[in-house]
């Protein structure tokens, strides 16, 4: 009897470990399947997010789209917080609204530039100074033939006469003779001219020497009205753009990014190589260094069909992926915009991702080109002929 009681004691025993191991399992098989299903959920969300700010990012905020009452073939120009268009017969000065703030009777053929507060208009050895209210300040036939003009915060430069037998004559926003010079350029042909300094008080001036062994870019600046400051020769890589920041000239070629001072003395430790690169757009802040947006050459010598953007910004250098092949793209508050057919792509510089923001539709179809941002966020779009400007996304 007592040899019987033992067994069952083992048995229950038995059974209870077996209970026991069967509820520790079941537990375990419990708290796997809960961990499969938090993992799968965390998948999901994830993907989900990830759809939302790549394609969806921005559906909430502001992004609109506005008809302009112009023509991408008409010379659109971006013009402080609006845009500038020229019709054949007047320029018209439109807010990014549509809105035709003044219309300048300018006549036919005609070219303009703009500048910070004014536009210079010509056509012929007619100059036309147009304040930012379409006030005519100056109106003049002058000695020769204009090649070109380009007015600044305080002065306007103005090459006149033939190609290669030219002169530049420098004029305050009122029209008033400041400057001539003509030695300078005998037997070259004036290519650009800007200002710069805290208040427009230099310039500088690009030229090609023509009759030279090979072509030569020569840079010169002066300090308007008094003297001339510098001039170096650039060689024969084509120099195309010259930007001022932070008291130097940053002066892009084919091959190069050189540093200047005012006086033309370079700052060799400065150089940048930048060959089958090409300079699309700047920024200039405030504060800190210049920003610079480069895009393959080969990508925007024709149609542009954009794939990578480039940054520099003092020492960085820093290569951008697009998410698609886009038309145009530009600086604005410390981001960078591409577009393509039908989304606009923004990046801060301080990253390299892209969040994508569907573009509101329009009944011209696709985006097939970009004219520029105005200064209060709104860029000029083109799809064929027709213009918008859209509100970008912040």
């Known amino acids: 009897?007592?040899?019987?009681?033992?067994?069952?004691?083992?048995?229950?025993?038995?059974?209870?470990?077996?209970?026991?191991?069967?509820?520790?399992?079941?537990?375990?098989?419990?708290?796997?399947?809960?961990?499969?299903?938090?993992?799968l959920v965390s998948v999901v969300l994830a993907v989900?997010?990830?759809?939302?700010?790549?394609?969806?990012?921005?559906?909430?905020?502001?992004?609109?789209?506005?008809?302009?009452?112009?023509?991408?073939?008409?010379?659109?120009?971006?013009?402080r917080d609006g845009l500038v268009y020229y019709d054949g017969?007047?320029?018209?000065?439109?807010?990014?609204?549509?809105?035709?703030?003044?219309?300048?009777?300018?006549?036919?053929?005609?070219?303009?530039?703009?500048?910070p507060t004014h536009l210079a208009i010509w056509t012929g050895r007619q100059l036309f100074l147009v304040d930012r209210n379409g006030n005519a300040t100056y109106n003049e036939s002058l000695d020769g033939e204009i090649q070109l003009a380009r007015v600044g915060d305080r002065y306007c430069a103005v090459v006149v006469g033939k190609d290669t037998e030219s002169k530049l004559m420098i004029k305050d926003l009122n029209g008033a003779q400041v400057d001539v010079e003509a030695e300078a350029y005998q037997n070259m042909m004036i290519l650009d001219a800007g200002f710069f300094g805290n208040q427009g008080e230099y310039m500088w001036t690009l030229a090609l020497d023509v009759f030279g062994t090979a072509p030569n870019t020569v840079m010169n600046t002066y300090q308007v009205g008094k003297m001339n400051t510098g001039v170096v020769s650039m060689g024969e890589a084509?120099?195309?753009?010259?930007?001022?920041?932070?008291?130097?000239?940053?002066?892009?070629?084919?091959?190069?990014?050189?540093?200047?001072?005012?006086k033309c003395v370079q700052d060799t430790n400065a150089n940048m190589l930048v060959y089958?690169?090409?300079?699309?757009?700047?920024?200039?802040?405030?504060r800190g260094r210049a920003r610079f947006l480069l895009a393959p050459t080969s990508q925007i010598s024709g149609a542009?069909?954009?794939?990578?953007?480039?940054?520099?910004?003092?020492?960085?250098?820093?290569?951008?992926?697009?998410?698609?092949?886009?038309?145009?793209?530009?600086?604005h508050k410390g981001n960078i915009y591409a577009v393509s057919g039908d989304y606009i792509y923004r990046a801060d510089t301080?990253?390299?991702?892209?969040?994508?923001?569907?573009?509101?539709?329009n009944s011209g179809g696709e985006?097939?080109?970009?004219?520029?941002?105005?200064?209060?966020?709104?860029?000029?779009?083109?799809?064929?002929?027709?213009?918008?400007?859209?509100?970008?996304?912040?």
């Open 1 to 39: 009897m007592a040899k019987q009681n033992v067994n069952d004691q083992l048995q229950r025993r038995q059974s209870r470990n077996a209970a026991a191991e069967r509820v520790i399992n079941q537990e375990t098989v419990r708290r796997r399947q809960i961990r499969s299903w938090v993992i």
């Open 89 to 115: 017969a007047s320029v018209h000065h439109l807010s990014a609204a549509g809105t035709i703030r003044w219309s300048f009777p300018a006549g036919p053929d005609i070219r303009f530039s703009v500048g």
């Open 350 to 361: 301080g990253s390299q991702r892209f969040f994508a923001y569907k573009i509101p539709g």
């Open 367 to 394: 985006i097939t080109a970009c004219y520029g941002i105005t200064s209060d966020g709104k860029m000029l779009l083109a799809s064929g002929e027709s213009m918008y400007a859209l509100t970008l996304p912040q």
């Open 276 to 286: 089958g690169w090409k300079l699309i757009d700047e920024e200039i802040p405030e």
């Open 238 to 262: 084509m120099t195309y753009k010259v930007v001022y920041e932070n008291s130097n000239l940053r002066v892009f070629t084919t091959q190069q990014v050189y540093t200047f001072d005012y």
């Open 304 to 331: 542009q069909i954009i794939s990578e953007l480039r940054l520099l910004e003092g020492e960085l250098d820093k290569r951008y992926t697009l998410p698609a092949k886009c038309v145009g793209a530009y600086m």
């Open 48 to 79: 989900v997010l990830g759809i939302h700010f790549l394609r969806g990012y921005g559906k909430g905020k502001e992004i609109s789209l506005v008809r302009l009452p112009c023509y991408s073939n008409q010379s659109v120009t971006a013009f």
